[in-house]
């Protein structure tokens, strides 16, 4: 058998080259796995930083493990654990503000390959691991309660609080609450702890001031009322009704616009100048038994306050008692207070005082006031004012008294119904005579409780028939004549009280007069302006009331010369005797002397 040269050659290359040698001639050599040469690192922190969180935060670190694949990656705050079991050189986790608050160790560790190549290596029996701790300072706490200080400076009020210096501060909010008035406003610098307010110029009224400290992990709040009482002094001075006010300077100089002093609804006086401390107004028609109220009102430049208002209130002297009607009477010098539930009359001297009181009804009280009427069902009562004396006639049920004088001369008014009609009778009737002095009637297919309207002067020497105005003279005893009619076109008010042959119509805007006798006009009689409406006639006085709607102006109009007076009035009023009454209040006040 031949073997061919290059076999042999070749099969004496092949042992040779399996010729045994020693690891360190054959082998690579395979460094062992350093964790030196691995790093974690967090974008937020260097290396051996303590890290201080003051809300939630979110952490983002990496791992270089050169070379090596991440096998599992877990980082921890204390026992928390945030990230576990990533396989991820590259993550995040957030530390939220809910979790508690202290001082905590803040660990990432890992696992990976070793990535260096060897066979264990590559079979995944060599392992690397590694970690990296810092120190994790995590305040999570609300901002303190603030304290609220509360002082004048420079003349304004200024409100302080101490600063709130942590990273995680967001604004403070300063507010202001007063009357259902609410003001606030915000301030991001952490630095500026204060706040002037220029709207508050002072007032006895409680403010409420707050502040609220705003934080990444919450807030907190403080309140603190504040007044400052301006010590005002209010005196009344009855003889003229006038109030003096007395206060203290207003140290708020650079808010202050002006005070204000009020008798409501009317502005009294206004005052710019802030040195000014004492001022003097005259009330308008204080009535005695009545209250005024007076208002000291401090306004600011920026008035957005409204609260800041001392009220004070006068009373000029005592009430009288309430009544239906107030009469007075000439004849017994007296004022007449009737009173209903339970029917009462009241007598009352000059100073205002009851004398005496009766226990009886007060329909009607005619001039000059000797005897007064009322009306049961079926009969008039004339009862005499000093003695009490008393003098009934009896009417039948449907007779009623319409109209009374003060000498028994009386209108009285029956009606029935015949045939499906109504009729009416009305007559002038002499109470003292037992005799009728005047009588007419119609009938109507319509019921009518004001049909036949007269009305009789309060001497009984005249009446007049609404209807058409005719006006007739009365002779107690015996008859009553037709003077004539009047026509104007007015509306009749009366005859005078005092002057029965004086007949009064109120044209609107003035009074016309008219002789009784005559018929003739005599004279207008007025206010000095348009628009007042008369209300009452004082017969002592001789002065006409005229008041004007929603307005407290009101004129005093003397029937005989026209002379006039000008007077405040807060209430609807009668005059009588000089004063006005409010006798359903039982107030009254003099207006003429």
Same mark, same amino acid.
Request: aromatic share 14%; glycine share 6%.
């Given at each position: 058998?031949?073997?061919?040269?290059?076999?042999?050659?070749?099969?004496?290359?092949?042992?040779?080259?399996?010729?045994?040698?020693?690891?360190?001639?054959?082998?690579?050599?395979?460094?062992?796995?350093?964790?030196?040469?691995?790093?974690?690192?967090?974008?937020?922190?260097?290396?051996?930083?303590?890290?201080?969180?003051?809300?939630?935060?979110?952490?983002?670190?990496?791992?270089?493990?050169?070379?090596?694949?991440?096998?599992?990656?877990?980082?921890?705050?204390?026992?928390?654990?945030?990230?576990?079991?990533?396989?991820?050189?590259?993550?995040?986790?957030?530390?939220?503000?809910?979790?508690?608050?202290?001082?905590?160790?803040?660990?990432?560790?890992?696992?990976?390959?070793?990535?260096?190549?060897?066979?264990?290596?590559?079979?995944?029996?060599?392992?690397?691991?590694?970690?990296?701790?810092?120190?994790?300072?995590?305040?999570?706490?609300?901002?303190?309660?603030?304290?609220?200080?509360?002082? &004048?400076?420079? +003349?304004?009020?200024?409100?302080?609080?101490?600063?709130?210096?942590?990273?995680?501060?967001?604004?403070?909010?300063?507010?202001?609450?007063?009357?259902?008035?609410?003001?606030?406003?915000?301030?991001?610098?952490?630095?500026?702890?204060?706040?002037?307010?220029?709207?508050?110029?002072?007032?006895?009224?409680?403010?409420?001031?707050?502040?609220?400290?705003?934080?990444?992990? +919450?807030?907190?709040?403080?309140?603190?009322?504040?007044?400052?009482?301006?010590?005002?002094?209010?005196?009344?001075?009855?003889?003229?009704?006038?109030?003096?006010?007395?206060?203290?300077?207003?140290?708020?100089?650079?808010?202050?616009?002006?005070?204000?002093?009020?008798?409501?609804?009317?502005?009294?006086?206004?005052?710019?100048?802030?040195?000014?401390?004492?001022?003097?107004?005259?009330?308008?028609?204080?009535?005695?038994?009545?209250?005024?109220?007076?208002?000291?009102?401090?306004?600011?430049?920026?008035?957005?306050?409204?609260?800041?208002?001392?009220?004070?209130?006068?009373?000029?002297?005592?009430?009288?008692?309430?009544?239906?009607?107030?009469?007075?009477?000439?004849? &017994?010098?007296?004022?007449?207070?009737?009173?209903?539930?339970?029917?009462?009359?009241?007598?009352?001297?000059?100073?205002?005082?009851?004398?005496?009181?009766?226990?009886?009804?007060?329909?009607?009280?005619?001039?000059?006031?000797?005897?007064?009427?009322?009306?049961?069902?079926?009969? &008039?009562?004339?009862?005499?004012?000093?003695?009490?004396?008393?003098?009934?006639?009896?009417?039948?049920?449907?007779?009623?008294?319409?109209?009374?004088?003060?000498?028994?001369? &009386?209108?009285?008014?029956?009606?029935?119904?015949?045939?499906?009609?109504?009729?009416?009778?009305?007559?002038?009737?002499?109470?003292?005579?037992?005799?009728?002095?005047?009588?007419?009637?119609?009938?109507?297919?319509?019921?009518?409780?004001?049909?036949?309207?007269?009305?009789?002067?309060?001497?009984?020497?005249?009446?007049?028939?609404?209807?058409?105005?005719?006006?007739?003279?009365?002779?107690?005893?015996?008859?009553?004549?037709?003077?004539?009619?009047?026509?104007?076109?007015?509306?009749?008010?009366?005859?005078?009280?005092?002057?029965?042959?004086?007949?009064?119509?109120?044209?609107?805007?003035?009074?016309?007069?008219?002789?009784?006798?005559?018929?003739?006009?005599?004279?207008?009689?007025?206010?000095?302006?348009?628009?007042?409406?008369?209300?009452?006639?004082?017969?002592?006085?001789?002065?006409?009331?005229?008041?004007?709607?929603?307005?407290?102006?009101?004129?005093?109009?003397?029937?005989?010369?026209?002379?006039?007076?000008?007077?405040?009035?807060?209430?609807?009023?009668?005059?009588?005797?000089?004063?006005?009454?409010?006798?359903?209040?039982?107030?009254?006040?003099?207006?003429?002397?």
């Amino acid at each position: 058998m031949r073997i061919d040269t290059w076999l042999i050659a070749l099969i004496l290359l092949f042992l040779t080259s399996c010729t045994f040698s020693s690891d360190e001639e054959y082998f690579n050599t395979v460094d062992p796995p350093d964790v030196s040469k691995a790093s974690i690192s967090l974008s937020e922190a260097n290396e051996g930083d303590t890290i201080r969180i003051y809300e939630s935060t979110k952490f983002h670190y990496n791992i270089n493990t050169n070379g090596g694949r991440i096998k599992s990656v877990r980082a921890s705050v204390g026992r928390v654990a945030y990230v576990s079991g990533s396989n991820s050189s590259i993550g995040e986790f957030n530390v939220y503000s809910t979790s508690q608050s202290g001082t905590f160790e803040l660990l990432i560790e890992f696992t990976s390959t070793t990535g260096t190549g060897s066979l264990a290596d590559v079979l995944g029996g060599e392992e690397l691991s590694g970690f990296k701790k810092w120190v994790l300072v995590c305040d999570f706490s609300r901002p303190a309660t603030p304290t609220v200080d509360l002082r &004048i400076e420079n +003349g304004l009020l200024k409100v302080t609080w101490p600063k709130y210096l942590k990273p995680n501060f967001q604004k403070y909010v300063v507010y202001r609450y007063a009357d259902g008035i609410s003001y606030a406003t915000e301030i991001k610098d952490a630095n500026q702890n204060s706040w002037f307010d220029d709207g508050y110029s002072g007032g006895p009224k409680s403010v409420k001031y707050g502040v609220s400290i705003h934080s990444a992990v +919450g807030s907190s709040n403080a309140e603190r009322n504040y007044s400052y009482n301006p010590l005002i002094q209010f005196t009344f001075n009855k003889q003229d009704t006038s109030a003096t006010l007395k206060w203290n300077k207003n140290p708020f100089h650079k808010a202050f616009k002006e005070y204000v002093i009020s008798n409501p609804p009317n502005i009294a006086v206004t005052i710019t100048d802030i040195s000014d401390t004492v001022r003097t107004i005259k009330l308008s028609n204080l009535f005695f038994g009545d209250q005024q109220a007076v208002t000291f009102e401090v306004n600011a430049i920026k008035n957005d306050i409204a609260f800041n208002t001392v009220q004070h209130a006068f009373i000029l002297g005592d009430s009288i008692p309430v009544a239906r009607s107030i009469y007075y009477s000439p004849h &017994i010098h007296a004022y007449v207070l009737a009173q209903d539930y339970p029917h009462k009359i009241l007598f009352m001297n000059s100073d205002f005082k009851i004398t005496r009181e009766q226990n009886a009804e007060l329909s009607t009280f005619p001039y000059p006031g000797k005897y007064y009427y009322n009306f049961p069902t079926d009969r &008039i009562n004339q009862v005499d004012i000093e003695t009490g004396t008393m003098k009934t006639r009896v009417t039948g049920s449907s007779v009623i008294g319409w109209n009374v004088a003060g000498n028994g001369v &009386i209108i009285v008014k029956a009606f029935y119904r015949n045939f499906g009609k109504f009729h009416y009778n009305a007559s002038v009737y002499d109470l003292q005579n037992d005799k009728a002095l005047f009588s007419t009637g119609i009938s109507s297919t319509q019921f009518d409780v004001t049909a036949l309207p007269m009305r009789m002067a309060d001497d009984g020497k005249y009446f007049i028939t609404l209807s058409n105005h005719q006006v007739y003279k009365v002779i107690p005893g015996d008859t009553s004549t037709l003077i004539g009619s009047l026509n104007p076109a007015a509306q009749f008010i009366g005859f005078r009280t005092d002057k029965s042959n004086e007949v009064m119509f109120n044209k609107g805007s003035s009074m016309a007069l008219y002789d009784a006798n005559t018929l003739s006009w005599l004279r207008d009689v007025g206010p000095p302006q348009n628009g007042f409406q008369f209300s009452s006639y004082d017969h002592q006085t001789k002065y006409m009331l005229w008041t004007r709607r929603n307005s407290n102006d009101a004129y005093l109009v003397n029937i005989e010369t026209g002379g006039y007076k000008h007077i405040k009035l807060t209430a609807q009023a009668v005059l009588l005797n000089g004063f006005l009454f409010i006798p359903g209040r039982g107030l009254y006040i003099e207006v003429l002397e």
